[in-house]
Every structure is written in structure tokens, then in C-alpha cells.
């Protein structure tokens, strides 16, 4: 799930190492008392069993998919997973070309030829100056003057607009603890508002970060969606060290006067555009009546996770932290543990360590967000592939790319859909449905009251936001499948401030007006940490989920009639409100 805040990071991780381990036990029935770390499972069947489903995600969260982080090729070798039991299930391909892929990533990265200079003197790149991306509407500064723009957090030392006009202008950073200058006091956003038609902004820090920042920081492309460049006219901007900028205004740096005009700047600054790895999988299964088989019901989930650290943490001391001071991983926010917290983290720390050495780890390996849904999904196409009876509408599988990013992958396909987008007449969203046990940390209730999951429990969410019958027919096939599942409804109040209904891939799809429903089992303490790994997860729990799906899409592809719509759409473009 797309996350509102950044996930905590310990320090002192590394990779996992290969060695199978024991976890902790887990409460679910048909599966091990006992799941372990790695785990090869048999083939797969066309009924929807916990031991498929586990076969299913310890391949696709394993440690070699590193995360599976859009834009890279470990999303890739994920979807490759994917398209290829696709292939072997039968079912038809909906991408590009023919095939099961659809590519709506580009990246965006420096280009090598980039120069800064004044006089004779040329800068090197990435050493001397780092460029950041103000999109395809960045100006030129070749031929520009340099002018003194102050320095970061402190108003009464910026230039008059007007003076920063087509300048070069040149800022220092602002002062953090102590009163020293501290490269992360600054804001481009803010420099760019403040200096709107400036030719460029030039930042004097890199001296400032600490060794090996740029590269990481900022030597990285950007990703993002194929066609959606933004243009607007905006200044150059980049960060450069204390020689450059004062080689721009031909004196030292902390002897320059608000304003002081400097010498000609030269140079330009280039980006290059080419297509990203990751990539939305989408496939078909045909219905049996020939007058509503160009109908479809979609059934979605996200492929892709947040990649992988450099550095590692100790995976037992994160799992129990957590737990303890951050019960809803990411979504929590800067933890704040007291004396006595610590002694409840140590002590779980230790008892796990009993079981087992030292567990280093550095990959965020998304078993449960979105492992579980993209397996569900998974294995929901192959029970419909294997059926007897096909449903009447058609049934569209996809899974999205870059949903962490942005939902950047069901943004494309919805703007860009390779089938009618008109034909679709619901989504079925799933993203982190393998947890919701008792001791899980779900969410919170409006009023900031702490959910917690249990026998059943599942989180629905837009189920009735824009049809009432499509929420009904969910709770009707509940009940009458006996599927046993209890819906939270909790957290698709207006004005929720976790958001939730504009967090994952269905939103995309019901800003176009079509019925969606999101299902899921809500947070938990491993929420966006390098603990959210398939020996935690409650595999009954998405064998039920995947039922209710099922039977859901088989009872809305045979309805005599399209579902109702009768709540107001939104605008496809406008921003989304929960």
C-alpha cells in the first residue's frame, strides 16, 4: 500500500543470510505449526488452498527479488514470475503487442554530457555541482549572470524578485543545530516559488554532505509515468560546492552582499528519457456468453514494493521494536519508546534470539504488501482458468506496477486500458490481505480509536462509494458462501485521516466512475519494514479473502445487468478526498 509516511530505518543491517530458520509460530490451520524462513512448495492446483498460496509468495518474496521495487529490474524478474503462470494457466494475454506486459514507466536521468563553467574553468559532475530534475520545462542558464540570493530561512537576505529575474541565482543553505550550516536546511520547493523566473537556482552545500550522499541522494533517475512530463517553465536547479559558487559571483561566498551581481554563467543541464523495468501484467479470461463477453470484471493488486538498503538492521530487534513502539510499522511515524517499552522490546528481542542466532537484513521483501494480494490474484486466475463454467462477462486480471511510487501503474492502464475502459463494470482491489490477526495493529477509527484484527477480520473500503448494490451483493455472497469473513468499515469514513481509499490501485479505477471495492486486512508492525516476510503471514486468511473475491466476480459477471452506479462520480482528473 502506498505509503503517507516514511518507514523507519535501523542501523547496522545486511543482507539475509541463505540458511532456512524457524519463525514463529502461527495460528492458521492447514499450514506448518511452525513456517520457515524459505519454503518450496508443490505444484499449484485449481482450488484455492493455503498451501498454494504459500508455494505462491515464498517464490515471489523471496530475498532474490529484492524487494521488487518499480524501476527496477527485480520487478522485472517478479511480473517474469507472474506472466509465466499465466502462460501455463492458459490465459490470455491483455498487454502490449500480444503479450502479458504493459510498460507505463519512463525514467528520467542526468545527462553525462551536463556542464556548468565560468570562464575557462569547467566543473565536473557529481563532484562539483549535482542537478535536480525541474521537469521539461527547466530553463536555460547558458549566458546567464550570476546574482548573491541570500541565504536558506532567513527572508532578509533574498533579492527582489524582479533582480532574480533570468539570473543565476546562487543561495546558501540554512543554519541547523548550533547555528552551523547544515546542507538539509533547505527546501527547493520554497527556492523555486521564491525565485519563480530565475534561469537557475544554485544551492553552495554539496561541501557540506556527508561522503557518498550525492551519488545515493541524487545520482539515482527518477521514475515515473510515460507521458505525463511535466513542462511547466521553471528554474534550473542543483546543489554545488563552496568553489563554484564562488567562481559564479567572483568573490567568497560569506563576503557576498544581497544581491551582488556576479559573472556569466555557462553550461547546460540535460536530462534523457528511456523506458523504466517494471511493468503492469494483465491477462483475460473470456466469458461464455458471446453478448456480455466484452464486459469485464477486474481483479487487481499491486506488484511492486520498496526495494532494498545498503545497510542493514538486525531483523529481530526490528521485528520486536516495532511491535512494541510502532504497532502499525510506517504508518506510526517517528516511534518515541519509554524505559519501559525498551524492557518489553529487549525481552521479545531476546526470546527470539534464543531460537536463533543473529538475523541481519537489508530487503524489504513485501510478502504482505503486496505479496499476498498479487498471489490471491494469482491464484484466483488459475481457479478460473481451471473451472468447468466460464461466467458470462469476461474477467480481466492486472497487476499494477508502481503503486508505492504513486499508483503510478493503474494511473496508466486506467489512462490508457487495453481493453474499453466503458467495459469495465467493477474492480476488485486487493492490497495486504494476509494479516488481520488479533494481535495486529489494523488502524485506527476516525476518532483516533485503535483497531485491532481478529476471526475474520477484513477491512472494506469504497464498496458502496459508488454503488450500493455492488456493496450489497459483497455482503450477500459473504453470507451465502459462507465464507466467514467480518467486515471493518472503519476506515472508509469521510474524512479518515489515514486516507485509506485513496491509497491503492482501485481509486484509479473509480475516478473513471467504475464500482470498485478495496479489500484488505490493514496495517500491522511490519507495515514497509524489512520484517513484512512470508513466514508472518495468515495464509488462511487470504484463502478467505480469495474466496469471497471469487465468488464476488463470478456472481457480478453473471448479473443480468451491468452494476448500478448510483452515487456521483468523481472527476477523473480532480484530487482525490476520502
Known amino acids: 500500500m502506498l505509503a503517507l509516511i516514511v518507514p523507519v530505518i535501523l542501523s547496522g543491517q545486511m543482507a539475509k ?86 510498460h507505463p514507466l519512463i525514467k528520467r536521468e542526468v545527462a553525462s554530457a551536463s556542464t556548468v563553467s565560468v570562464g575557462a574553468t569547467t566543473f565536473q559532475l557529481w563532484t562539483d555541482f549535482a542537478p535536480r530534475d525541474q521537469g521539461a520545462g527547466a530553463r536555460s542558464f547558458n549566458g546567464a549572470t550570476a546574482i548573491y ?21 546562487v543561495v546558501q543553505t540554512g543554519l541547523g543545530p548550533g547555528g552551523k550550516p547544515d546542507h ?123 526495494g532494498f538498503d545498503n545497510e542493514p538492521v538486525d531483523h529481530d530487534s526490528v521485528k520486536a521494536f516495532m511491535q512494541i513502539a510502532a504497532p502499525q510499522g510506517a504508518d506510526n511515524g517517528r516511534p518515541n519508546p519509554t524505559a519501559a517499552d525498551w524492557v518489553r522490546i529487549n525481552a521479545i528481542k531476546d526470546s527470539m534470539r534464543a531460537a536463533h542466532g543473529a538475523r541481519p537484513d537489508s530487503i524489504y521483501n513485501g510478502a504482505d504488501d503486496d505479496g499476498s494480494g498479487s498471489m490471491a490474484v494469482l491464484e484466483i486466475a488459475e481457479k478460473f482458468a481451471t473451472g468447468s463454467t466460464r461466467p458470462k462477462r469476461s474477467v480481466l486480471f492486472i497487476w499494477h506496477v508502481a503503486e508505492e511510487l504513486g499508483l503510478f501503474g493503474s494511473e496508466y492502464f486506467t489512462d490508457h486500458p487495453t481493453v474499453p475502459r466503458d467495459s469495465i463494470v467493477a ?24 483497531i485491532h484484527g481478529g476471526a475474520g477480520y477484513v477491512q472494506l473500503v469504497g464498496s458502496r462509494r459508488l454503488s450500493t448494490e455492488l456493496g450489497d451483493l459483497v455482503e450477500r455472497v459473504n453470507i451465502k458462501k459462507r465464507v466467514g469473513l467480518r467486515f471493518d468499515y472503519s476506515l472508509d469514513a469521510d474524512g479518515h485521516p489515514q486516507n485509506i481509499y485513496c491509497r491503492s490501485d482501485h481509486y484509479e479505477y473509480a475516478r473513471y466512475g467504475i464500482p470498485v471495492v478495496f479489500f484488505t486486512t490493514g496495517g500491522h508492525a511490519d507495515y514497509h519494514q524489512v520484517t513484512d516476510e512470508p513466514q508472518y503471514i495468515n495464509y488462511n486468511r487470504i484463502v478467505q479473502i480469495s474466496s469471497l473475491v471469487t465468488s464476488a466476480a463470478t456472481e457480478i459477471a453473471n448479473l443480468g445487468h451491468r452494476v448500478l452506479v448510483d452515487k456521483p462520480k468523481p472527476d477523473p482528473n480532480g484530487q482525490c478526498r476520502q
Open 17 to 102: 543470510p541463505p540458511a532456512a530458520r524457524r519463525a514463529a509460530p502461527t495460528r492458521d490451520a492447514g499450514v506448518p505449526a511452525q513456517l520457515p524462513l524459505k519454503f518450496v512448495g508443490p505444484a499449484t492446483t485449481g482450488a484455492i488452498t493455503a498451501r498454494d498460496v504459500m508455494t505462491r509468495l515464498y517464490k515471489f518474496a523471496d530475498d532474490s527479488m529484492m524487494g521488487r521495487a518499480a524501476g527496477t529490474i527485480y520487478n522485472d524478474k517478479g511480473t517474469d514470475y507472474i506472466a509465466s503462470e499465466l502462460r501455463r494457466i492458459g490465459l490470455e494475454p491483455a498487454g502490449d503487442s500480444g503479450t502479458y506486459f504493459q
Open 149 to 169: 540570493g541570500g541565504r536558506f530561512g532567513d527572508s532578509t537576505t533574498y533579492p527582489a524578485r524582479e533582480l532574480s529575474a533570468g539570473k543565476v541565482v
Open 184 to 306: 538539509s536546511q533547505i527546501n527547493r520547493l520554497q527556492l523555486t516559488q521564491r525565485f519563480p523566473n530565475a534561469a537557475a537556482i544554485v544551492v553552495a552545500s554539496i561541501d557540506l554532505m556527508p561522503v557518498g550522499y550525492v551519488k545515493q541522494a541524487f545520482q539515482q533517475a527518477n521514475v515515473m509515468v510515460r507521458g505525463q512530463q511535466d513542462t511547466t517553465a521553471r528554474p534550473a536547479y542543483f546543489y554545488a560546492t563552496q568553489a563554484v559558487a564562488q567562481a559564479m559571483l567572483g568573490v567568497a561566498l560569506d563576503s557576498a552582499r544581497t544581491g551582488q551581481p556576479g559573472v556569466v554563467v555557462n553550461g547546460r543541464v540535460s536530462f534523457e528519457e528511456n523506458r523504466a523495468p517494471g511493468r503492469n501484467v494483465i491477462a483475460i479470461l473470456r466469458g461464455s456468453d458471446p453478448a456480455m463477453r466484452g464486459q469485464f470484471v477486474a481483479i487487481g493488486a499491486h506488484n511492486d514494493h520498496v
Open 427 to 450: 474492480q476488485l482491489n486487493m492490497d495486504m490481505v494476509g494479516r488481520g490477526r488479533a494481535e495486529d495493529f489494523t488502524g485506527v477509527t476516525k476518532e483516533g480509536g485503535a
